[in-house]
């Protein structure tokens, strides 16, 4: 008997592991990134060790730009396996955002070792590629390869013990040495750095993953400081400081404003999710409205994703607005987000602002525009959960505009969609709608049968409060029957 409690206790725990997860990945698609994260934190209660499930939270981390978190749970998806590339790609986007371009590389090679028919690996070596080589001077390129020793496996080799080497001052450095060194500055270590490099035979012939030799990209980084040496030679020794800082200012130029995009903006919608997820709508629009003013004043050159950007944080303060009461006001920002979709042609963006915007109707009651809305955003729905709570909520909507034909259809559409996924909780809410709307239209037996099967359903989920609310309309509808 006890297994017997056990087993069931065991088959209960699973399915409502089950459906938190489905939930989840139903909010997920909505853009309800928030209440994604509450049910799969649910789901993690129930199979601590799930990694599934920490990888689709880490999704929603980062969509809310919580790139420590998306880290975090990345990581934990690959303590039992470290060869799950779903893990590996999410742990590589944390990283990228997160301005750890080089280490973010490496694991976008690990994945695409182990999946190279997939896009997003391939994609995510070009862009933390093109990030690298935005970087100022060489100084990124030697930091890469300083660290490779211990990321990049595929370079085999030991750095060169350079404290030991500056710790030698008994050598006297020849004249044009020291003009050398006075002419680059702080590149000067990084110069001689190279050319010890050069000296490894067994490194320069080494190649990337990517297929390049590393001796071609030493000695391109040394050619380059060999052109700025002769540059600022050229120019009156008094100046060569200048021109140096000059130089490296403009150099920077590329890497700041990747650092605005993924630095300070990144950092400002973290803080923004930390506001909105804690209910602090206030807090959410102050802060979004203050990042919006900074994105704003940015060309399309410090942000090439302006405009997308812009679109999610009109979507944050629409949000916060909602919270807040002013629905006028959410509808607008919401409004300018879909318009910004368009223009960017952006799908889950048109999706999400089309949902935020069916919303507020339904708030204010206009049931009617809540309908237009929902049914442009049906052929963008990419989830059959989503699909089965969107075609729910637009059946709704007709019910409270008492058209019951059009409820029904509706009805019957989410029950088929909720069956497809074997989905309780919409199964049972999808026969309550049609079940209500058969009551409206007269059709008891259909009724009764669809309140039979959301009762059904409720049991199994153990919702107390929903098995009264269906037994009273079940009576009634019964009653009906017999007259």
């Given at each position: ?7 069931l206790?065991?088959q209960?725990?699973?399915g ?12 997920y698609q909505?853009?309800?990134y ?16 799930d990694k599934q499930?920490f990888v689709a ?6 969509k ?21 590339f779903?893990?590996l790609?999410l742990?590589?986007?944390a ?22 028919q997939?896009?997003?690996f ?7 590629q ?10 990124c ?6 660290s ?16 030991k080497?500056?710790k030698?001052?008994?050598?006297k ?6 003009t ?36 071609d990209i ?6 380059y400081l060999?052109?700025?040496?002769e540059?600022?030679?050229q120019e009156?020794?008094t100046?060569?400081?200048?021109m140096?800082q000059?130089f490296m ?11 605005l995009?993924s ?5 400002s919608?973290?803080?923004?999710d ?5 209910g602090n709508?206030?807090?959410t ?18 942000v090439?994703?302006?405009?997308e950007?812009?679109?999610t944080?009109?979507?944050?303060i ?5 919270d807040l ?18 223009q960017c ?16 109707y339904?708030r ?6 809540a ?5 442009k ?17 637009i059946?709704?909507c007709y019910?409270k505009?008492?058209h019951?034909e ?6 019957v559409?989410?029950?088929a ?10 199964q ?20 009764v ?5 959301a009762?059904?359903?409720?049991k199994?989920?153990?919702d107390?409060?929903a098995?009264d609310?269906i037994e ?7 009653q009906?029957?017999?007259?």
């Amino acid at each position: 008997m006890a297994n017997i409690d056990a087993d069931l206790e065991d088959q209960q725990s699973k399915g409502v592991f089950a459906t938190l997860m489905a939930d989840g990945k139903w909010m997920y698609q909505a853009g309800e990134y928030k209440k994604a994260i509450d049910s799969f934190t649910e789901a993690l209660a129930l199979k601590p060790s799930d990694k599934q499930c920490f990888v689709a939270r880490s999704r929603c981390y980062l969509k809310m730009g919580g790139f420590d978190k998306a880290l975090r749970d990345a990581e934990a998806s690959l303590k039992t396996d470290n060869s799950f590339f779903e893990g590996l790609y999410l742990k590589a986007e944390a990283l990228y955002y997160m301005g750890e371009f080089e280490f973010a590389l490496v694991f976008y090679h690990r994945g695409h070792k182990l999946r190279p028919q997939m896009q997003e690996f391939r994609l995510g070596i070009q862009k933390a590629q093109e990030a690298i080589e935005n970087s100022v001077g060489s100084k990124c390129l030697v930091k890469w390869l300083q660290s490779s020793h211990i990321s990049l496996s595929y370079l085999k080799y030991e750095p060169l013990n350079l404290t030991k080497e500056k710790k030698q001052k008994t050598e006297k450095t020849p004249k044009s040495e020291k003009t050398t060194k006075q002419l680059l500055g702080d590149f000067y270590s990084d110069k001689k750095y190279l050319e010890n490099l050069m000296k490894d035979e067994d490194l320069i012939e080494g190649t990337t993953k990517s297929g390049e030799k590393v001796k071609d990209i030493i000695q391109r980084c040394l050619s380059y400081l060999d052109t700025c040496t002769e540059f600022w030679h050229q120019e009156k020794p008094t100046s060569a400081q200048e021109m140096r800082q000059k130089f490296m200012q403009q150099k920077c130029t590329k890497r700041r404003n990747s650092a605005l995009s993924s630095g300070f903006l990144l950092k400002s919608l973290d803080e923004i999710d930390r506001e909105f997820m804690s209910g602090n709508a206030e807090g959410t629009l102050k802060k979004a409205e203050e990042v919006m003013k900074m994105v704003r004043r940015w060309s399309e050159k410090e942000v090439p994703n302006k405009k997308e950007v812009l679109g999610t944080l009109h979507s944050c303060i629409g949000n916060a607005l909602v919270d807040l009461g002013n629905m006028d006001k959410a509808l607008e920002h919401h409004q300018k987000d879909l318009e910004l979709a368009k223009q960017c042609k952006l799908p889950g963006a048109l999706s999400r602002a089309l949902d935020n915007i069916g919303r507020v109707y339904v708030r204010n009651e206009e049931f009617a525009e809540a309908i237009q809305v929902w049914e442009k955003k049906l052929p963008l729905v990419c989830s059959d959960l989503e699909k089965t709570w969107l075609l729910h909520e637009i059946g709704l909507c007709y019910l409270k505009l008492d058209h019951h034909e059009e409820a029904r259809d509706y009805g019957v559409r989410s029950v088929a969609a909720a069956d497809g996924i074997v989905d309780k909780k919409w199964q049972l809410n999808a026969n309550v709608l049609v079940a209500q709307s058969e009551l409206k239209l007269g059709n008891y037996e259909s009724c009764v049968t669809h309140f039979e099967r959301a009762l059904s359903y409720a049991k199994l989920l153990e919702d107390d409060s929903a098995m009264d609310a269906i037994e009273k309309a079940l009576h009634e509808a019964k009653q009906h029957l017999t007259q």
